[in-house]
């Protein structure tokens, strides 16, 4: 089975897709099938970072049935073993996706024949881009040392946090449960983690223990991009630990990627940053990152949607 890393942050241009198409050359150049999936639907640009001529066929192609199935739509790139599902002409955007078809993409994703699968997913916390994180148990997150980013990345990561508790129960058991926290603790601790699980547990013991075993098994890691020369390099560690506090579930901080303005000149030059530029400390980064991500071990899917 396929390892699906959803990469995700709260903010555009943190460089989400700049770390997916370095993460996927470094991962194809361990020998790793790999496939980059484009689900940044509207501003969809993976193939430019790869060097893909502009994509004959795209995820939309699948979603408005074009194509029926999944892997057809797959493009090769010029890197061996690295592979893209293109977002590119899509009209589309993933938070309006209707439920059949995200059901139906989620489905198609967890069954493609790859070793590593890379879902850029873009800014935002629709309902829908929380159910493409939730589809495997790891996820990425990328900041840069920025507080408006890093307050995005954390709103992000506790709506994953929130949208898995909703996935457990329907309409009228959620309302139910808000009825209820907010009894026993007050107004406004409906947004408060540890008194909607401890509501939970007393419930719902049986769901109570199905959250809690998910969010350990969690693989959450966190990616300070863009660090610079002054910035505090302590700060991904930092944000995990608040994460943890606050949501009560571990997320590791995977490294920071430092800064370089090559990484412009790299993408206007359409080459790829880590072979023009590989002594650098930005390549060195990378590459520990791609080790980190590649050592984490097998995963079971989570796929629940409701
Ligand atoms: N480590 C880095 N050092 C210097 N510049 C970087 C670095 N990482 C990304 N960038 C720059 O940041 C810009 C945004 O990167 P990227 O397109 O990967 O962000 P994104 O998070 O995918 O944005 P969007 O949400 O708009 O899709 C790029 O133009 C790139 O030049
Ligand atoms: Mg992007």
């Known amino acids: 089975m396929a390892h699906i890393w959803p990469i995700g942050g709260g903010k555009g241009g943190s460089g989400k897709s700049f770390l997916t198409s370095s993460l996927g050359r470094l991962l194809a150049a361990m020998g790793k099938k790999t496939l980059l999936v484009d689900l940044d639907l509207g501003s969809a640009n993976l193939h430019t970072l790869l060097d893909v001529p502009y994509p004959e066929k795209s995820f939309s192609d699948f979603i408005r049935r074009k194509i029926p199935r999944l892997e057809d739509v797959v493009l090769s790139t010029p890197v061996p073993n690295l592979y893209i599902i ?40 629709s309902f829908n881009t929380l159910d493409f994180f939730l589809i495997s148990q790891n996820s990425i997150f990328v900041t840069t040392p920025e507080p408006t980013s890093i307050e995005n990345v954390y709103r992000l990561v506790r709506s994953i946090y929130f949208r898995r508790i909703r996935q457990y129960f329907t309409a009228t058991e959620f309302k139910a449960l808000e009825q209820e926290v907010t009894r026993k603790f007050g107004e406004g601790s409906f947004n408060k983690p540890d008194c909607i699980i401890q509501t939970i547990k007393t419930t719902h013991p049986d769901k109570g ?98």
Not at 86 to 103: C, F, M, R, V, W
Not at 268 to 290: H, I, K, W
Request: net charge neutral.
């Open 86 to 125: 293109s977002g590119a002409h899509d009209t589309l955007d993933i938070a309006n996706l209707p439920y059949e078809q995200k059901s139906k993409t989620l489905r198609a994703i967890a069954r493609l024949d790859y070793d590593w699968i890379m879902l850029d997913l873009g800014a935002g916390t």
């Open 209 to 306: 223990e199905l959250l809690e075993s998910d969010f350990n098994s969690f693989k959450f890691k966190l990616v300070l991009n863009q660090l610079r020369r002054h910035d505090n390099i302590a700060l991904g560690a930092q944000i995990c630990k608040i994460i943890e506090k606050h949501l009560g579930f571990h997320i590791e901080f995977a490294g920071n990627v430092a800064f370089d303005d090559r990484v412009h000149d790299a993408i206007c030059q359409r080459v790829s940053f880590l072979e023009r530029y590989p002594y650098t400390r930005t390549a060195y980064d990378l590459r520990e990152l791609s080790k980190n991500i590649a050592q984490s071990g097998s995963q079971q899917l989570l796929l629940r949607y409701s």
